[in-house]
């Protein structure tokens, strides 16, 4: 029911003229107001995250985590949308990453993203489409939810994902590339939760995510 709201609000409200991330000042030629922008502090960076190449626009801390949490929890969805879009944009110029060919938003648990209205990686990834078009596949499920990973050490996290998620159809992916998209990475284990599934069917896997949380001293 909330997704069809949705997209029929997608479908009747014109684009939103006010930012969608402090839902204050006027939108201008960008998915969000210059303030905003500033106060992410996006620094586009590449890393090798459990051997495979992954893109994060800005830290996980001060307004980035705000507006990461806002995704999840107050019904961002304009907000993930926006988002996805500067990582779109970012994509677009960065050559490591033009031979992705589909895009994997991270999934959640059904139970979770009904009570949640919307899948924020979903969203992010329906951002990434509009600058940067790929197909979106749906192949991967969450079986069953995962209790909260922060505070968990690498091989706790790891325990906790595993047999987490599914693939679903037997799609045959040799030969694709696969972009998981994801809200935040912190260790790397949902990101390698899902990466196992896709590679079991023949894919190669890179990811991106809007946030890179910092680990504290002593967790891996
Ligand atoms: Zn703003």
Known sequence: ML?????????????????????????????????????????????????????????????????????????????????????????????????????VPVPLHPVRERRRGFNQSQALALGIKSHWHRQIFRGVVRRRETPAQSGLSWQERQANIQRAFAAVGGTDLRGRVCLIVDDVITSGATFHGVAQVLESLGATCLGVCAGRAVLEKGKN
């Open 3 to 103: 997704k069809w709201l949705r997209m029929l609000e997608d479908f009747i409200l014109p684009p939103p003229s006010y930012c969608p991330l402090c839902g204050e000042n006027p939108l201008t030629r960008l998915e969000c107001c210059p303030k905003c922008l500033a106060d992410l502090a996006i620094d586009w960076r590449l890393e090798k995250i459990c051997g495979r190449l992954t893109a994060h626009l800005f830290v996980y801390q001060g307004y980035g985590r705000q507006i990461v949490q806002q995704l999840k929890f107050h019904g961002g969805y304009r907000a993930a949308v926006a988002v996805g879009a500067l990582l779109g944009r970012a994509l677009k110029e960065t050559p490591e990453f033009s031979r992705v060919d589909l895009l």
